[in-house]
C-alpha cells in the first residue's frame, strides 16, 4: 500500500488517516499515529506522532510526540520528541522541539526553539543522501 521509506507505516498500525482527496477542518485529538496525505486546516493535538505525506497540505496548529514532514505545513508545531522535515517538505511557521533533523532540499521558514532539558537529544542533524559515508569504516 505504501512504499517502502521511513514515511511508510503500514494501515495496522495507522490509527487516523486524512487520504488525499479529502479536506479535515477543525479540530482533531488523538492518542495514535495519524497521517495526513490531504488537506487539514485547525488544530491536532495528538498523543502519538504525526505524518505528514508528500501530497499532505496542512495549515494548523499542531502538537504531537514526533512530527514528520514531506508535504506542505504552514502553522505551528509543539513536538514533545522530534521534528524530521524530508527533502519534498516545505514548512513555515513556528517550531517548538527537542529535536530536528532536516534532509538536504527541505525549505523551512519562521521561528525555531529546541527545549535545553534535554541537551542529548538537541542535535540539529543534516541526512545525508549517500549513507556509505558514515559506514565507510564498517567494512
Do not use: C, W, Y
Not at 47 to 70: C, F, H, M, P, Y
Not at 124 to 129: A, G
Amino acid at each position: 500500500m505504501f512504499k517502502k521509506n521511513s514515511l511508510d507505516v503500514s494501515s495496522d498500525k495507522v490509527n487516523t488517516v486524512i487520504g488525499k482527496g479529502t479536506i479535515f477542518q477543525g479540530t482533531m485529538v488523538g492518542n495514535g499515529l495519524i497521517r495526513i496525505d490531504g488537506e487539514a486546516k485547525g488544530d491536532i493535538k495528538n498523543k502519538g506522532d504525526v505524518i505528514i505525506g508528500e501530497s499532505g497540505t496542512v495549515a494548523v496548529d499542531l502538537k504531537a510526540r514526533n512530527v514528520t514532514i514531506a508535504g506542505h505545513f504552514e502553522g505551528s508545531i509543539e513536538a514533545e520528541g522530534r521534528l524530521e522535515l524530508k527533502k519534498t517538505s516545505t514548512a513555515i511557521g513556528k517550531f517548538k522541539v527537542n529535536g530536528l533533523l532536516i534532509e538536504e532540499g527541505a525549505i523551512v521558514s519562521g521561528g525555531m526553539e529546541m527545549s535545553l532539558k534535554d541537551k542529548d537529544n538537541n542535535k540539529v542533524l543534516r541526512k545525508q543522501e549517500d549513507q556509505g559515508e558514515n559506514n565507510s569504516e564498517a567494512r
